[in-house]
């Protein structure tokens, strides 16, 4: 038998199985919560695959259960896509789409900086608020009550207000792209609460001269000096042991 012969017949294979949407089933571990479902390898053989869902300090069962559909909307949304299925496509959360395709393209496309910012606010802000949205339903008046609950409950100034919408912006860019969505609704979001960025502590020389020293090490004092003298922002000197 051919090889042309063997992708015909997998492809008939391919089509005649039909999609069944899976829900999957959470279990309870020593180190977290986990995931059972079952996946089907090219060659058509299912197999039971357990992943991490969460750590055990999410107590909440709806929390969990949210996190478990955001989970296998992911593998629900890839699986439909594989079998080139004419049922409905099932529902996509935007948890699912940055782990998915969001993050691997940032990943690819993006500075090493870009991509830790960006996983740095999706972690801090993002993820509790979107990661179970259904992408495809979500409007611009709800980015515009997502962007007030930053600013009221989260407390963040205009710049990081300014970084998570563009994180959250460019997730929806890329589903458009993607035909996912008509249109991006964080195009036209904006905040009615904005505070402004607190202004920065300038050190004098003179008090910059007293902290050197105070400073007993010198390793402190000539990592202290180079701060000072470079006008560092905390992520730069941050950088400076990388």
Request: with cysteine; net charge positive.
């Amino acid at each position: 038998m051919t090889k042309a012969s063997i992708l015909e017949l997998l492809e008939a294979d391919r089509s005649n199985r039909r999609f069944r949407e899976q829900t999957g089933t959470a279990v309870k571990r020593t180190d977290g919560f986990y995931i059972r479902y079952y996946k089907d390898s090219d060659g058509g053989v299912r197999t039971k695959v357990t992943e991490r869902l969460c750590d055990l300090s999410v107590t909440d069962a709806k929390k969990r259960k949210l996190l478990q559909r955001s989970h296998m909307s992911a593998i629900n949304n890839a699986h439909h896509a594989a079998l080139r299925s004419e049922a409905p496509t099932p529902a996509l959360t935007v948890g699912a789409f940055w782990e998915t395709t969001y993050l691997p393209w940032v990943k690819a496309n993006k500075r090493f900086s870009t991509v830790r910012g960006y996983e740095y606010d999706w972690r801090l802000y993002v993820k509790a608020e979107l990661a179970t949205r259904q992408i495809d339903t979500f409007t611009t008046v709800d980015a515009c009550e997502l962007l007030d609950h930053f600013a009221a409950v989260k407390k963040l100034n205009r710049k990081s207000l300014a970084h998570v919408k563009s994180l959250c912006s460019g997730i929806f860019t890329v589903a458009v792209r993607k035909g996912i969505m008509k249109f991006n609704p964080w195009r036209e979001a904006k905040s009615v609460r904005v505070r402004p960025s607190e202004p920065r502590i300038e050190y004098t020389p003179e008090e910059t001269i007293s902290i050197i020293n105070a400073i007993q090490r010198t390793d402190a004092k000539l990592f202290f000096a180079l701060c000072a003298v470079m006008g560092m922002r905390p992520s730069e000197a941050a950088a400076v042991k990388w």
